[in-house]
């Protein structure tokens, strides 16, 4: 799986949007960008995933570029209950191999503040 | 989020017995996996499932055994437990696919004495 690269922690007010990045200049046509989070002492949460085209749920949106190099997650207002550790994971879509694996990086600490 | 529960949440055991962690989902995911949270470790695979009786290793599976002889519980042995294994143990479940999305269930804090 390619390697990702986010800052390690970022600060937002409450109210306003998140938005985090994630450098994976060395992601295949075949990976899939996926974002998760932990918030403190609880499992981690599936955010959203996406390939090239922009996604959006309930729960945030992923904008990826055009070249798929890097993506960037928004929390469009984010609360306080946002604070948490945000992990983006690039990961191959084919049955089979060792893709069940899901390789956590150190992520970013986003903080939420009143 | 899938309905994932983990029992005990909290356990305090003694070197060299034996801890059996219990899985349980209701949402019919054929994959199941157990991960080791650590600090400076992240989170790590100890083993997983494929279906009834169709398990295998991850990357950390020494000491640690596994079983499923249902689709909704998947069971995690310390064969025999040891200070190293202190820690927090997170369980999840897949979908039909291995590259399905994981959703986690909220994780059993084991201490090892």
């Known amino acids: 799986d390619a390697k990702t690269t986010q800052p390690p922690s970022m600060d937002c007010a409450e109210g306003r949007a998140a938005n985090l990045p994630c450098n994976h200049s060395?992601?295949?046509?075949?990976?899939?960008v996926y974002w998760y989070r932990q918030i403190h002492s609880q499992g981690p949460q599936y955010i959203i995933h996406?390939?090239?085209n922009n996604e959006t749920n309930e729960m945030a949106s992923l904008i990826i570029t055009e070249d798929r190099k890097s993506s960037t997650l928004i929390l469009p207002h984010a609360t306080l209950r946002d604070t948490a550790v945000y992990y983006c994971?690039?990961?191959?879509?084919?049955?089979?191999?060792?893709?069940?694996?899901?390789?956590f990086g150190k992520g970013t600490l986003l903080t939420v503040n009143p | 989020d899938a309905g994932i529960t983990q029992s005990p949440r909290h356990k305090v055991t003694e070197t060299g017995t034996p801890v059996t962690l219990r899985c349980h989902q209701t949402e019919n995911h054929r994959y199941m996996y157990w991960y080791r949270q650590d600090p400076g470790h992240g989170l790590r695979l100890i083993h997983y499932s494929y279906g009834v009786k169709d398990t295998d290793k991850g990357e950390v599976s020494d000491g640690y055994s596994v079983s499923r002889s249902k689709t909704e519980d998947f069971l995690l042995t310390l064969e025999s437990a040891t200070s190293s294994q202190t820690s927090v143990y997170f369980c999840?479940?897949?979908?039909?696919?291995?590259?399905?999305?994981?959703?986690f269930g909220p994780g059993t804090r084991l201490t090892v004495l």
């Open positions: 996406g390939l090239k």
């Open positions: 999840a479940t897949g979908g039909t696919y291995s590259y399905n999305e994981q959703f």
């Open positions: 994971i690039v990961r191959v879509h084919y049955s089979g191999g060792s893709n069940y694996k899901l390789t």
């Open positions: 060395t992601i295949s046509g075949n990976e899939y």
